[in-house]
């Protein structure tokens, strides 16, 4: 972590850009929200650095013999996730519909690595590094998102606070709320006498998102008083608002049919307007009266009356209250024998109403009125229950307030943490990860906040519970509905090799390890399958000539289908990375151009074709000179894509394009 002293003595070696970059950072650091040590100026060099390649790694794969179409688009990566989350935006930008991590916690306890050392609970920039930390990764992961796409980051309650504020910074206007999970049943501090047993999820989306739900209850719509449209539910007619806070919803209601009055809770008043009282409020004046109904965003009372929406509740005329005097009515408040609500038992008028007078010799139904929401009245699709933020136990009993609807949100359910190991221990036959979540936790949150066919990435892997969670999710759908398209996993994960393990690799041993026996235990797994991919750096204007054909084609193979496969075998240099069939483009690789592969091009069957190659302008000559068009692009740029920042790019080393290709 660079320190200020450390910053004035480089000034003299920034070159003007820096400069500026470095004032304007100090210039407007200023502000409300989370602030900690970090140098602009050193996360662009770390982007810029180099560029990464992804290599496919057969022998770590699986099932990749049994793909069919283009390539398998489960993915796990090893390496940094910085590195990973690099290569990932150059591949996957928008196409991510959900991010779950469980990062590193900040505990002190030298349980995480930052810039190849591990951090101790003594170090000065500790809080520091683990924001910056995660704040150089988050703010890859951001634009991987799709335009409903979510993120959900797990966090123990001791660093919610620091991380709900990064959170804000990197993903301004985009928070949904928290999850709280009751991690243990017990804690195992108590010298405070207060037991920690819960962590959090917080969920941050773009404005397309929307948790799944679960369909509404059909039973709770009836049909008490035979209404010609059919079943409803009753709901509720008051909002969360006192007389004092909304005036203008506070106003007496009468059924048209029996003359009966019905009074206004003053802690609780109507959540519709009424027509009557704005013509009041405004005097008449048509002009302002016909503005104030045109702004309301539902129906005023008079209207839901009318429509017959309003459902007041039959009573007895004995149980009707009539106070022919203001004494009467006031003896009766007096005694608490006035108006009630039914439930609450407390009172609906009181001596210092401003209506109080309106009531005397009024016939005043006991009940309470509430709407009518007809079955009819919305698609079946678009009844659902809300997802609740509590993370119940799974034999936990759980008391779910009801929505405004009627309807229980649903309540996940999750094992306890310490099921976690066991889970692992039963697949791995050791203690392989330490603090895992439990597959109960991860698959229920992307069940509530993915779809079939969506594409689900962690790049915190650790032992790959996330993709276990996908593959159970994708077998629950192919035993409900076999057309559902499966869901798709990218796992990103380190080796976590050290000076003292050097042989370690927690992604092959562990995450990679773990899904490959769970697709193998299951018969209904069988046909899943995942590629193994490790990352090579290279300086951007090494790119043209230290790249490899297999990591150019693997990177291509990523952005143009989102999937990976082995490289076929060549003719003449040419590798057909995809043929759309909806436009018959024929999408092809020449890593190495040569005259052989100018011929092989020029045979290549289709009318339409697409090539990368590091001479464009070349093959465009060869195919003008035959009176055929081709789109030839440059696999230079191709492979610099959406690698580097605008600030520190470097312009990529190009041939003289007198260059003629070699034979």
Known sequence: MSTPKDLLQNLAHLSAPQLRRLLTEHLTKQKLGLYWESSAIERDAVLNANIVLPRLVEADSHGLDNVTGPGTPNLIIE??????????????????????????????????????????????WRHSQWLEFLYQRLTLAKDLLSQDGVIMVSINDENRARLELLMDEVFPGRRVGSLVWRTKDTGNDLSQRFSHVHEHVLVYANPGFQFNGRATNRSKFRNPDNDPRGDWSPQPLTANKTLIERKNTYYPIQNPETGYWYPCDP???????????????????????????????????????????????????EDVMRFETRAALSAAIAAGTGPMLPKKKTPLLREDLPDIDFWVGKPIAPGRPSRKELWTAKPEAERLAPLSSWIAGQNEEVVALEDENGDEPVVLRSARGGV??????????????????????IQGLIAQASRPGDTV???FAGSGTTGHAVLALNALDRAQNTDAPPRKFILCSSTEATTKEPTKNLCRDVCATRIRKVIESDATLAHNSFAYLQLDKIAPGDAPFDSSCAQAFQLLTLRLGQVARPVPPASNGVNVLVQNADDGVLTVLCHKLTHATLEALAALPGRQLRVYSTRPATVREHFAALGREVESLSLTRALLHGQQSGRLRRKPVAAPSSERPTS
Do not use: Q
């Open 420 to 441: 976690a190991t066991e889970e692992i221990k039963n697949l791995l036959g050791s203690k392989a990860f330490p603090y895992p979540k439990p597959i109960s936790l």
């Open 79 to 124: 390496g940094d996730n910085f590195d990973s989350l690099r290569l990932l935006k150059s591949t996957h930008t928008g196409k991510i519909r959900v991010i779950y991590i469980d990062p590193p916690y900040n505990t002190g306890n030298k349980d995480w690595v930052y810039n190849d050392r591990y951090v101790g609970a003594n170090d000065r």
């Open 267 to 317: 802690d609780s008043t109507w959540r519709f307007a009424s027509e009557k009282e704005i013509r009041l409020r405004l005097n008449s004046d048509e002009a302002a009266i016909s503005n104030a109904l045109d702004s309301l965003r539902s129906d005023t009372m008079e209207g839901l009356i009318e429509k017959k929406l309003i459902y007041f509740p039959p009573c007895k005329s």
């Open 457 to 459: 990435l962690d790049f």
